[in-house]
């Protein structure tokens, strides 16, 4: 069996082994695990490549070897016992091209790849950009039959460009990628660029228009004149070269410069919000969480923890503060226990995060209730309300205080158990505790009928994209679930500024809160 020959533009000397774009050719000993890459390299010795990118291609020009293409934040030398086994005799053929079959592999084997793939601050990690310039280079000499779709997911509203979006984008293409030697690269602000061989414009315009029909329903397309919103360009490779080579060049440098943006705003300590992940680059993982847990028991949060107002502004008068909540500044918390992570990169670990900081929120909540002048909020969990934890902080508030609690609660930890929402529900209520229901937006907000629920209050979270989002009937639509849920039953939160005041109002609602709000109760204490 010929071996795999894994080469680093980066370094020669195989023991030096670096952050980069990393090429195989013939990688006959490969295995992967997640994002994880074991490769067997010259000399016998194997590496776990820890890969954000990896694509595979048949070579260029007369060379018709399979080649792998990894964009590498990690490698690590890794032990021959356990691993020989696994990679050997398992070739990767031409019927894998465009995509890796997962293989079932040993518990052992997965022990051995932990312990020798350990967490790192990922410093200058190559990226999807550096791969498509590779790309674009090398296919200067060979344009023959060659064509690329540019797919412009970034001007698409903020609500079409989730995670889950951008990833049934990218399936969407599977088909075409693996008839026609194709590639897919993510740019960093979740553009897509398609490139194929051999595809027709006929077949690629085929999925470009299933694509097109997916996000139909976006307002940046519903609402722009007739072919005045392109969501799809093309590039003929033998005409369009020259603009396809600028294109790549351009996304590299603004990733770059993006790059440098965060790394500025972390260094100046402004990350301060939920919306900030991307300054993260390595995602939340069961490791990382046990790490995080073990640390969280000594240490001391009240740093940590932020109040902030909800208000009441009446028709031409001044805000009139109506509830407080308290939190956990989770940008806080990632920046001291896991920094260089992004701990919203999984929703049910970050659950876990949330349940951890419900009881160490339990037990300082006491003390604050004694100073609290309006009713007190915090976020916490559906299994913190079934736990002995909350029935002892029960115990203690019903002593301290007549003030009612409002506990905010999660829409995925909500619906994802049903049954234990029911069951917690009539629990809270029937000892005096009311129940909002956060994190909605406003695609989501109009389809949650709060009375069937039993909640007592809504959060919507503001952002300037509700302004276009919600137009003509839409607009009509929200207005009618906030009269159906109650004006002073909804909070509109994250207000930053008047525009969200101005919105709220518009449509009926009453309660607010965001640092908008702080500003002004500011001004009128001064």
Known sequence: MKRSSIRSPTQSNRTSLKRGIWTANCPNSLIQIGSTIILKVSGGQFIAAFARSIHITMGYGDDSALRLVLTVNQVRCLPDRGIFRLTENKPLSSDTLGRFQSRQISRHALDELESAVQRTSFENPASHEAALTDYATRVGQHRKDRRALHIRLSQLSRGSQFEHHIRIAMNTFDPLLK???????????????????????????????????????DPNIATSEEGDFQLCHWYEMESDYPAFRKLAETFESQAAKERERIEQTQSSGTVNSLDNSAAAVEPLTPILLERFEKALGTADLSPMVQQQMICAIPKGGEPQAVMEEYFVSIAALQKKFLPGVNCLSDKWLFQRICQRLDYRMLTALPELVQKATVPLSININVATLLSPEFLKFDERYQRLTELPLILELQSIDLFGDMGAYIFARDFVHERGYRLALDGLDQMTFPLIDRRKLKLDFQKIQWNPEILSDIRANKREEFIAAVNKTGATRVILCRCDDQRAIEFGKSVGISLFQGRHLDQMLRKKAA
């Open 179 to 217: 008839r026609f030697e194709g590639q897919i690269f993510r740019m960093w602000n979740n553009d897509l660029i398609v490139t194929v061989k051999g595809a027709s414009l006929g077949q690629m315009d085929e999925y470009a228009i299933r694509l097109q029909f997916l996000f139909s329903g």
